[in-house]
């Protein structure tokens, strides 16, 4: 069985860029879900794909955006960077329904300079 | 919105001893699941344990076990018999049962496990 993996592990960029993160889910898993961890915080929920669609947001600006693939790959845009972006982003899979437990990969850690 | 509070942001513990880490959350939901996630350096958040709210008995995974008490809206973590692969820091996670599979975590507690 595959678990989550993340790509790239590490990036830095500057102000005002943009940036692409992706996610290969979990073999099976149909849900994508993305958080931002800040350092020395709890990971804050961005958004979540289900069947290709946006299943759910957290308090994030529409800078924020996201994709899912019909292989439930899935993919995170940041416009417009700012410092404050600076953060580790997680992906987590599952399948869909309650009580399904999440999956995390191994994270992006993002640097904005 | 439900929220989720970790009182306690660094704990200490000998090998071999047990230790508690402290979990409040607050919500209007009745039906809710509750979780504690591991992160080690590594950064991969590992599922620890998970309670069902409507479940009245208290979840244990090996070494593991919480104390669940819903009236007083506490969800503390117990770590038996600790172990040096233990230090990481913890995360409590709370998921309502209208809310798709998000999770809404507190800000975490690091455990450093001394020999």
């Known amino acids: 069985e595959t678990g989550v993996t993340q790509s790239p592990t590490h990036l830095i960029k500057t102000r005002g860029q943009q940036v692409t993160l992706r996610c290969s889910s979990q073999?099976?898993?149909?849900?994508v879900s993305w958080y931002q961890q800040a350092l020395g915080q709890g990971p804050q929920f961005i958004f979540q794909?289900?069947?290709?669609?946006?299943?759910g947001r957290g308090n994030f600006p529409p800078r924020f955006s996201g994709l899912q693939f019909p292989n439930y790959s899935s993919e995170l845009n940041v416009n417009a960077l700012e410092l404050d972006d600076s953060a580790l982003y997680l992906c987590?899979?599952?399948?869909?329904?309650?009580?399904?437990?999440?999956?995390f990969g191994d994270g992006t850690r993002l640097s904005i300079l | 919105a439900q929220t989720v509070t970790q009182s306690q942001p660094e704990m200490s513990v000998q090998e071999a001893e047990t230790v508690t880490l402290s979990c409040t959350y607050d919500?209007?939901?009745?039906?809710?699941?509750l979780f504690w996630y591991k992160q080690p350096p590594s950064r991969q958040m590992i599922l620890v344990i998970r309670?069902?709210?409507?479940?009245?008995q208290n979840a244990t995974e090996n070494r593991f076990s919480v104390n669940f008490q819903k009236a007083a809206k506490s969800f503390s973590l117990k770590i038996s018999d600790s172990q040096l692969g233990d230090t990481a820091m913890y995360f409590c996670?709370?998921?309502?049962?209208?809310?798709?599979?998000?999770?809404?975590f507190g800000g975490g507690t690091r455990l450093m496990v001394k020999p």
């Open positions: 919500t209007s939901e009745s039906n809710y699941y």
């Open positions: 309670q069902e709210a409507y479940k009245q």
């Open positions: 794909y289900y069947r290709e669609e946006e299943n």
């Open positions: 987590a899979s599952s399948l869909q329904g309650m009580n399904q437990p999440q999956h």
């Open positions: 996670a709370f998921m309502s049962d209208n809310a798709g599979n998000m999770l809404t």
């Open positions: 073999s099976g898993h149909n849900t």
